[in-house]
């Protein structure tokens, strides 16, 4: 249905006169990670198969776009208005394969892009344990049998383990007994974890990547070092920016200015912290455009996703959907 109506929106000529009343209203493109196996079937909005953002880049550079930094998305919005077509590509967490599934595009078309990097997982160099486990329990599709000599048989009294059972006895034992869990599972289900650490399956960057990237010109801002924010008080949350910011400082010589919230989760009383940390703009996961009346520590972005078509694409970018949108609204509103 779907597809119908934008179909019939790109033919009577809605996609261009969108995209030309929207003209100011910058967009910012949110990436996350890379699948380098099946992972893009398992979570498809965090990990893309590097082909779709190619092809995504590709439509970027033929529909005329040229993503610019963040930086100068502030600087237009200081200056008191943003200028036409301004679009933004940014790029969530810091998993591994991005090395390799994002950069060529970007540098075929000479595409400026940010990484909001979480760093906990780039000093800890291991696969981030808890979407581990549920993609093994995904993929597996059954429970985990404890074996008598497991790490876990002292700390309960169930033989079979479905993934919350797991979680929830990592989540008492600490992030010490996360790696060898993970061993555990990805032995009984037939997984190894050695190809993972060399194809960076469910992996983060190396440090000596993040300075490598950010030294061939990826910015590289603030995603907290935990990935965790909302959920924080004030006193954790502002732990959390302020070792994020110090690990960048020390991968790029640079200091972050920019946030992304982990989730796209916070709450109000901690855009304070932002302000604090002097940080020029923040972003959240609200699908839409930018507009002027926004709050520069609360902006949207399109969230793109594998299973997103290039016609749906088409029409995020266009501002078709925003229009839908707010037509509807309007509708809701009127009824
Ligand atoms: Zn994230």
Redesign the pocket.
Known sequence: MKTVILTLCQWFGLFSLAKKMTARRPRILCYHGISVDDEYQFSPGVFMRSSTFARRMALLAKWGYKPVSLDELYRQNQAGQYGKNTLVVTI??GWAAIEHGMLPALKKYNFNATLYL?SYFVINQRPVFKLSCYYLFWKYQGPFTLAANSCLTPYTRLQQLTVNDVLALAAELGSAYEQPILAELAAYFGEDLASWQHSGKLMFLTPEKVTALAARGLAIEL?THR?KFSELNLTDAQTELINNQRYITQLTGKKAQHFCF??GEYQQQQLDLLTQQQLKTATTTENELVSKHDHLLTLPRLVDNDKVSDLEFEAELTGVMTLLRSATSLLKRGG
Do not use: Y
């Open positions: 969530d967490d979480s995603h990935h982990p989730r």
